[in-house]
């Protein structure tokens, strides 16, 4: 993401990457709520249920950051 980001060359790249970025992190954060309250809330005892999408969108981001984006 952040070499993209480099090596663009116009502004319309640099959009469209940002914009990727936002939507995949939009896309994480639906997905791994479901995940987390669906599956891994009954298998693992210690996790509580995620309530809101601020708390999956900081965790999705905090994912994202821990991989490296």
Request: glycine content about 2%; proline content about 1%.
């Amino acid at each position: 993401m952040l070499r993209d980001l480099a090596n663009a060359k116009k502004m319309n790249d640099i959009v469209t990457e940002i914009l990727i970025f936002i939507l995949a992190i939009l896309i994480s954060t639906f997905v791994l709520r479901f995940a987390w309250n669906k599956s891994l809330v009954k298998h693992i005892t210690i996790l509580k249920p995620i309530n809101t999408f601020l708390d999956a969108f900081i965790l999705s981001l905090s994912i994202a950051v821990a991989r490296g984006i």
